[in-house]
């Protein structure tokens, strides 16, 4: 089978093909006399899932996932794909968290937080799902402004710090632009949560999309692994 067949099948470059051979993503392949690459319908199977698993999943995760199956490792491969749809997951509960925080009238409608009204930095980030190091740099940058004990000077986080540590997170992994960050939060101060909201529903809408294409990724894993089965049996 020639590159140039599955390159038209998959709508991308043979040079794309190529990279991927060259990043060891899919297996060896054999030569004929006069140089030309002799792709089988194994490789024409990786190419695919390659493709297919690329939107859900991303390059680095395929990176990992296509040597392991190459080396015969299948369990340690579908581990992986599991690790990543558990993030996201995670991330969807997180995101799910910011838009329920946004639609509170008041921060103490929340039950979990009825009984703390001050958290250390340890809390918000477990509850944020984000480094210590992370929100020291938001509140660096001025997006957050923790009160500090008197004492100590250790930082203390209220209710609505925690909301605006999720906000920060939702919003700053949507649009990336720290500027626009602040335009969000200054908004916030103001007591106008609608384009925090419209931001956080979005990346909503991209997690399922993303989840979507996750399926679609591993039905086309699925049908890699059946060859590659095949192969071994013969």
Not at 33 to 60: D, K, P, S, V, W
Not at 65 to 74: A, D, F, H, L, S
Not at 98 to 103: G, H, N, Y
């Amino acid at each position: 089978m020639k590159g140039i067949e599955i390159a038209k099948k998959l709508n991308i470059s043979t040079s794309a093909l190529r990279h991927y051979e060259a990043w060891g993503l899919v297996p060896h392949v054999e030569r004929a006399a006069n140089g030309y690459r002799l792709y089988t319908r194994e490789h024409e199977a990786y190419f695919q899932c390659i493709r297919a698993m690329y939107t859900g999943f991303g390059m680095e995760l395929i990176r990992e996932v296509m040597p392991r199956i190459i080396r015969g490792e299948k369990l340690d491969a579908l581990w992986l794909i599991n690790k990543a749809q558990v993030r996201l997951n995670a991330e969807k509960e997180i995101v799910q968290k910011t838009v329920d925080m946004l639609d509170l009238k008041e921060l103490n409608d929340l039950p979990k937080y009825r009984k703390n009204h001050s958290f250390t930095i340890g809390e918000v980030a477990e509850e944020a799902n984000v480094s210590a190091s992370t929100i020291r740099h938001w509140e660096k940058e001025g997006l957050i402004k923790p009160q500090r004990q008197h004492e100590s000077g250790f930082r203390i986080y209220g209710p609505s710090d925690i909301r605006k540590v999720l906000i920060i997170r939702t919003v700053q992994r949507v649009v990336y632009s720290l500027d626009t960050v602040r335009e969000v939060v200054a908004e916030l101060d103001n007591h106008n949560v609608a384009q925090a909201k419209e931001i956080a529903l979005k990346s909503l809408q991209y997690i399922d999309y993303a989840l979507v294409e996750q399926v679609r990724g591993i039905a086309s894993l699925q049908h890699l692994l059946d060859i590659v089965s095949n192969k071994e049996e013969q």
